[in-house]
């Protein structure tokens, strides 16, 4: 078997399966559930291979990553000019044109380079559904701040178009972006762009947005459609993200959270998320806990990420009634 015969999943799972226990956590760690679960399914499902065969796995592998930094060092034209002297012209484009995602040199790019509030002021007279698909095209900072200067009901309505957008045809991104070229009077390179929107889209924006952006954002979601309002929620702050909170914080979680929701909920976590609440518990606590946890056994993972769950919205609930801080990648320090 050669590595041609791969489907793109398979290559990945690969990789995944030549980086070792530590380095693959770290990768799935920046992945979505949906992405991890599919990805293990692939590494799971994996035909026997060969060694060459994984060795040009690799190779492409690495071939990509230089190009990336290609793009970053030289502009694509450096990227294609790399990967074509090692993959053919045909397997470079094709990798290029993953690579040309909603940072890239996309139709809709442009407007990266422009201020934020001087987009969203262009933007405001399009219909929402179009500057959702612009804002899932901007970087993530960028996308942040032009939503943050939207009037508040058309942030939330563009959020909610955001949170449901899938994968948009290219033709479609090209024609919206040469619209917008043609009003804004700007020079527009060409280019191709597939990947748009989903809920993770809408996370990192939010991860990027100050606080009250991101409550208006959400309220307006609540009133548009509940249920996504509750998943980006949900992805917002993750069990796992417990090792944020500071101790007097958790120390006031804790006092929320029955004894067995939280003996079930540490099933089986990472260490760091154990040692988190253990030493926010006095000592006579812990031994209970403990105790608690051996008695259960073997149990149902649905069933641990149900207390699991349940904690996170004990979490949630306590920050928005102004008792506890999570703190967010854009929080800025005073001394």
Request: cysteine-free; aromatic content about 2%.
């Amino acid at each position: 078997m050669s590595s041609a015969s791969l489907t793109g999943r398979q290559k990945a799972a690969t990789m995944i399966a030549q980086f070792g226990t530590d380095h693959a956590a770290k990768v799935l760690r920046e992945m979505s559930d949906v992405e991890v679960v599919e990805l293990m399914s692939e590494v799971a499902q994996l035909p026997p291979l060969d060694f060459d065969t994984v060795r040009e796995v690799v190779e492409e592998f690495v071939h990509s990553i230089q190009a990336l930094r290609a793009v970053g060092q030289g502009g694509i034209d450096a990227a294609r000019k790399v990967l074509r002297e090692r993959l053919g012209s045909a397997r470079a484009e094709e990798l290029l044109s993953r690579f040309l995602g909603p940072s890239g040199n996309g139709p809709l790019a442009f407007l990266n380079s422009i201020s934020p509030p001087q987009a969203a002021n262009f933007l405001a007279t399009e219909h929402p559904q179009t500057i959702a698909i612009v804002v899932a095209h901007l970087t993530s900072d960028n996308a942040a701040q032009v939503l943050s200067s939207l009037d508040e009901k058309l942030r939330a309505e563009v959020a909610s178009r955001m949170g449901r957008l899938s994968r948009v045809s290219p033709e479609v991104v090209r024609q919206t972006g040469a619209v917008l070229e043609r009003k804004l009077s700007s020079y527009l390179e060409g280019g191709t762009s597939t990947q748009t929107g989903g809920v993770q889209s809408l996370v990192n924006v939010l991860n990027h947005s100050d606080r009250q952006v991101e409550k208006q954002i959400l309220t307006g979601l609540d009133e548009l459609d509940p249920e996504l309002a509750e998943e980006v929620r949900s992805k917002l702050f993750t069990f796992e993200d417990i090792v944020s909170l500071d101790d007097k914080a958790l120390q006031l979680v804790l006092r929320n959270v029955a004894a067995k929701d939280l003996a079930v909920a540490l099933k089986g976590v990472p260490e760091p998320v154990k040692s988190k609440f253990l030493k926010n518990m006095s000592a006579r606590a812990v031994a209970d806990l403990e105790e608690e946890i051996e008695v259960l056994g073997p149990t149902r993972m649905s069933i641990v990420e149900g207390a699991q769950a349940e904690i996170v919205r004990v979490v949630r609930d306590l920050e928005s009634a102004g008792e506890i801080t999570i703190g967010r990648e854009t929080d800025e320090l005073v001394e």
